[in-house]
């Protein structure tokens, strides 16, 4: 291969070795011009890896993307201001160019990479580095970004209730799943809120201060007393309730049971 000119070792010869294609060897008949984008336009991973070295100079991402290849594909897919969302954001490059290219976005990476590549390489960014895209663009720095955490999974491998989610994980999850939209702030009672007319109240994990497993779980007629009024319809999470059908009905309350009807949203 290194004979007929079909690799390349970098400028220094010591660089890992890359594959050279040809536009002539491409297998393609007529291909449309805008399907073809050569190295020279886009970049290639030569280019990409000595980008990827800027932020992580001692362990460079080894499979990243030319940040002028992305640019190609942003420019094509959207405008500034849209949302952009990579779910396997790798060394940060999707992130890094919608960064510079005045969109938003949202990257999610369950390695370790997240935090020894992307968020280095975010923060250069938001500093204003020149490596890239940069000059091209005239990016001079600012914005920022925020760094979110996985918290545990709030159903474990059976389907039941993870053992380490709290009352405000799950009140989140069942505020969602009812309004399809964030809840607001972390509940101080087992009512999260009410939406389109309708409360909604999570009994779970002790919230009314009775702090054994089974604790306030269960909906009782004591405990429906004692639950933040509301004059109209109720949704009350719990475990377990010891209303029949005609009590619900006759206090406006829909019992739902937790993890199954949960579970299956």
């Known amino acids: 291969m290194d004979e007929n000119n079909e690799i390349w070792f970098g400028v220094d010869g010591k660089a890992t070795p890359s594959r050279k294609t040809f536009l002539s060897e491409l297998k393609i008949d007529a291909p449309p011009t805008a399907t073809v984008w050569l190295h020279s336009d886009v970049g290639n991973n030569h280019e ?3 980008e990827s070295k800027v932020f992580n100079p001692d362990s460079p991402f080894p499979t990243p993307k030319p940040e002028r290849l992305l640019t190609r594909i942003l420019e094509i897919g959207s405008k500034p201001g849209d949302l952009v969302l990579d779910s396997f954001l790798g060394s940060g490059t999707t992130a890094a160019v919608a960064h510079k290219l005045g969109r938003r976005y949202i990257g999610i990476e369950l390695g ?3 935090v020894t590549h992307c968020v280095p390489r975010l923060r250069k960014v938001v500093d204003g580095e020149q490596g890239g895209i940069s000059k091209a663009v005239v990016w001079q720095g600012g914005g920022g970004f925020r760094f979110f955490r996985l918290g545990e999974p709030v159903f474990d ?3 039941r209730i993870h053992p380490a989610v709290t009352y405000p994980a799950l009140a989140a999850h069942v505020w969602f799943s009812e309004a399809h939209f964030p809840l607001p702030a972390a509940p101080q009672s087992p009512l999260l809120g009410v939406h389109n007319g309708t409360a909604y109240y999570l009994l779970f994990n002790g919230i ?3 702090r054994r497993p089974e604790g306030g779980n269960v909906l009782t007629q004591r405990l429906l007393r004692l639950l933040p009024p509301f004059a109209g319809p109720r949704v009350i999470y719990g475990e377990v309730s010891l209303l029949d059908e005609g009590r619900l009905r006759a206090e406006g309350v829909t019992f739902k049971k937790i993890p199954y ?3 299956a949203r």
């Open 261 to 263: 009807e949960l579970a």
């Open 157 to 159: 491998e059976t389907n």
């Open 208 to 210: 009314l201060g009775d």
């Open 48 to 50: 990409a890896r000595e």
């Open 112 to 114: 370790e990479h997240a």
